[in-house]
């Protein structure tokens, strides 16, 4: 296993390998740092994104004609969202909880990959209830087709790339036009709270949590790697500028973390 002796988190590398040391007491201690959280807020973006591919259905049905035709698009239409929901791809899905909570909530998968380039992490996702392939891959590039997936999911994993207009761009590259890109993520922080939280509290507490059960180190990176990212307002400002539109925002415990849903533009 690869070793992370050079401390730059704008290096890849480094990001990799330090996912890898950390693996095996990930999930561990993504859901004690997070009071189990983690858990709530991912089944909270797979129902939003239920609900959106079924008022996606109702207004295909709703825009066809009458007779023979609407029959034709009712059944085109069933047709393309069996095809709609088939097509997943959990991207940074590190040891697959999402892609395992999308799947409790929108069906089994027609085609379902878990993308990750922490070879570790795909790993831990083995056992697991999910259908979804694991591929190592890079966010920022990745070896799939234009319009390949109807849904991206990303957990966790944009303020780990080191450009995160550049991902959006290649997320939107592999999602058809109308497909759906998840969010879930902890953004720089505005409010007071959330300030108090990220700059007092979690500096307190995670590298020791992180320390005591994995790799100090590890856990000072989340940290600052929270503080250095975008705030959520901006985020959603470069989503914008690189294919695609706000579905909506949603803040988790009160903005600790927060769902951001977009869809793909056309262009
Ligand atoms: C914090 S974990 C999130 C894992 C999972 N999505 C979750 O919800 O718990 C971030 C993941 O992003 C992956 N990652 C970071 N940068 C990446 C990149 N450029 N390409 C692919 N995966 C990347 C890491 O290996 C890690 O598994």
């Known amino acids: 296993m ?9 290096d890849k590398s480094y990001v ?3 996912f890898d040391e950390i693996s095996s007491r990930y999930d561990f201690l993504n859901h004690s740092l997070s009071c189990f959280q983690d858990i709530l807020w991912r089944r909270a973006c797979c129902k939003e994104i239920r609900r959106e591919l079924a008022k996606d259905a109702v207004r295909r049905e709703g825009n066809c004609c ?7 698009e009712r059944r085109d239409g069933k047709r393309r969202d069996r095809e709609r929901r088939g097509r997943l791809l959990d991207l940074c899905g590190g040891t697959g909880d ?3 909570t999308y799947e409790k909530f929108n069906g089994p998968q027609e085609r379902a990959v878990l993308g990750d380039f922490s070879y570790g992490m795909l790993k831990g996702a083995e056992g ?3 259908s979804a392939a694991p591929v190592q891959l890079d966010a920022m590039k990745m070896p799939f087709g234009e319009a390949t997936f109807d849904v991206v999911l990303n957990g966790f994993g944009m303020r780990n790339v080191p450009d995160a207009a550049g991902a ?8 058809d036009v109308g497909g759906y890109l998840q969010i879930l993520e902890f953004f720089s922080p505005r409010n007071a709270f959330n300030k108090f939280f990220y700059k007092v509290l979690a500096p307190l507490f995670i590298p020791v949590m992180g320390a005591f059960f994995s790799k100090r180190d590890a856990y000072e990176y989340l940290v600052n790697s929270v503080l250095n990212f975008l705030s959520v307002e901006d985020f959603v400002k470069l989503a914008e500028e690189n294919g695609f539109e706000l579905v909506h925002v949603k803040p988790c415990f009160w903005g600790v973390a927060y769902r951001v849903l977009l869809k793909k533009r056309a262009v």
């Not at 690869?2 to 704008?10: F, G």
């Not at 009458?66 to 034709?72: A, Q, S």
């Not at 959006?168 to 999602?175: D, F, K, M, P, T």
């Open 2 to 10: 690869a070793s992370s002796t050079k401390k730059d988190p704008n």
């Open 16 to 18: 990799r390998a330090m």
């Open 66 to 72: 009458d007779g023979k035709r609407r029959d034709r």
């Open 98 to 100: 999402f892609a395992v």
């Open 128 to 130: 697991k209830k999910t």
């Open 168 to 175: 959006l761009r290649e997320s939107a590259r592999v999602l």
